[in-house]
């Protein structure tokens, strides 16, 4: 299939054999949001399955009609979730990677033992605890990941990060891939599409890569 996204993509995914060791299975999550499904079909058609959106009505709307014959696309909650679409989101997305205060955990739990539904989480860690980013201190990981696995019974699959935009990147995802391992988990949600090589070196399991495979956003309607 000779089609520009698909070559961006396959690009990536050469970049990421070439880093790995093989031990560790890692899967691209291409950020779709503000995109159309016509931008996305060739990458569907080609067999991609991760997609991240980060608004619940946009992915209701864009998502409901092609999952119906595409059963095996995953999507990806990689925005802020308002408590308040807790509701709708956890029929919309296999994984949610901004889990980032007890008050959502609490309404995710309430509404997975309602729908009698299990999904996946990533815990938002704010590494370099700037006040205008969302989630949860390093030194209460441990026991905001507990509140959520044993209270909560929430799947806690691992940790995800967006780093301060300085020169610290390699230093950042060390700490987070560190963490992720004292805590256990399995999986790093950790890379974007300008540094996902350096969060490759240090264990992500999950890249969100947009403007890398789908160019740069217009942030026009639907």
Not at 11 to 25: A, G, H, R
Not at 43 to 62: A, C
Not at 165 to 192: Q, R
């Amino acid at each position: 299939m000779n089609n520009e996204v698909i070559n961006k993509l396959k690009v990536i995914q050469e970049n990421i054999k070439n880093l790995n060791d093989n031990s560790i299975q890692r899967s691209i999550i291409c950020v779709s949001k503000t995109f159309s499904i016509d931008k996305l079909m060739p990458l569907i058609d080609f067999g991609h399955i991760h997609f991240g959106e980060n608004k619940v009505q946009e992915t209701e709307m864009k998502w409901s009609e092609i999952r119906k014959t595409n059963k095996n696309i995953k999507i990806h909650m990689v925005g802020k979730l308002q408590t308040n679409k807790v509701k709708k989101a956890i029929h919309l997305f296999e994984f949610i990677h901004s889990l980032d205060s007890s008050k959502l955990a609490d309404a995710l739990s309430k509404a997975e033992t309602e729908n009698n539904k299990k999904i996946s989480y990533f815990i938002q860690i704010n590494i370099g605890n700037e006040i205008q980013k969302s989630g949860i201190p390093t030194k209460d990981a441990k026991n905001f990941l507990n509140y959520c696995k044993f209270d909560k019974k929430l799947n806690v699959i691992g940790l995800m990060v967006i780093p301060p935009n300085d020169e610290y990147t390699e230093k950042y995802f060390e700490e987070v891939s560190k963490l992720n391992s004292e805590l256990g988990l399995k999986h790093l949600s950790m890379g974007m599409s300008s540094d996902y090589e350096k969060a490759v070196k240090f264990n992500a399991t999950f890249l969100r890569i947009g403007s890398g495979i789908l160019g740069p956003r217009t942030f026009k309607k639907l």
